[in-house]
């Protein structure tokens, strides 16, 4: 199974409610919620409150992407604002299996995440205290960006690792640059989780735009 996770970084947040509705009900499978600090990252979105707000008004679950510079100082309150799935960099995390462990007694599910120029050996310790590695497929930051293809390379090397360990289906995330075009090779390469900002936001039909990465995904197209 694939499962399509639309960030709202893309949508209007004029009308965000009504977006995200439109998601819902066009059957994305979870709602990608990027929150950034102007220090880990050169941008600045969104936080608590918002996912707060998303939470208390839809059932769809929040996989939230914490891109921020000291997520041990945040994750608690990410785990009480609403998270369903809670991603956390491995590059800004002192103890990386505590701080999943932490997220785990919150009832959310733990996930690390890779930036382009970390090597994906570095989650390999934490695969079991995860239950989903997310593999940047752009440098963080900005949504609109072209995938940077060389990342799917450590998708492969993770789909590998995980089935070596006999984790049939274990969750990896796709982030950046995704659309109907590429995501057959995301997925070819190991992806089952779809991140997908531009393509699916940026978009007047935002439930016609699911269904298309959705075909093209399953290789319909
Ligand atoms: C980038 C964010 C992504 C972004 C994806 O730093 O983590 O989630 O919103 O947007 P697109 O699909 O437009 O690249
Ligand atoms: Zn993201």
């Known amino acids: 199974m694939v499962y399509i996770s639309p960030s709202i970084l893309a949508s209007d947040f004029v009308i965000l409610g009504e977006q995200v509705a439109e ?27 918002v996912i707060k707000s998303l939470s208390s008004h839809f059932s769809i679950p929040l996989d939230v992407h914490l891109m ?51 090597p994906i050996e570095s989650v390999f310790p934490y695969i079991r205290d995860a239950d989903m590695i997310l593999v940047m497929t752009v440098e963080p930051g900005f949504g609109g960006q072209h995938i940077i293809p060389e990342t799917l390379i450590k998708v492969r090397k993770l789909r590998d690792e995980v089935n070596r360990r006999g984790l049939r289906n274990y969750k990896i995330e796709v982030d950046g640059g995704i659309r109907a075009s590429n995501v057959a090779t995301a997925v070819t390469a190991g992806a089952n989780v779809i991140v997908t900002g531009s393509a699916v936001f940026g978009d007047p039909d935002i439930p016609s735009a699911i269904k298309s990465i959705r075909s093209a995904a399953n290789g319909d197209v």
């Open 23 to 49: 998601a819902q009900a066009g059957g994305a499978d979870m709602i990608h919620v990027d929150v950034m600090d102007g220090v880990f990252v050169p941008n600045i979105s969104i936080g608590f409150p």
């Open 68 to 118: 921020i510079d000291d997520p041990d100082r945040y994750v608690d309150l990410a785990c009480t604002s609403g998270a369903d799935f809670l991603t956390v960099h491995i590059e800004r995390l002192r103890d990386p299996k505590s701080t999943l462990e932490r997220i785990r007694e919150h009832g959310v599910h733990p996930s690390i995440s890779v930036s382009p120029k970390t």
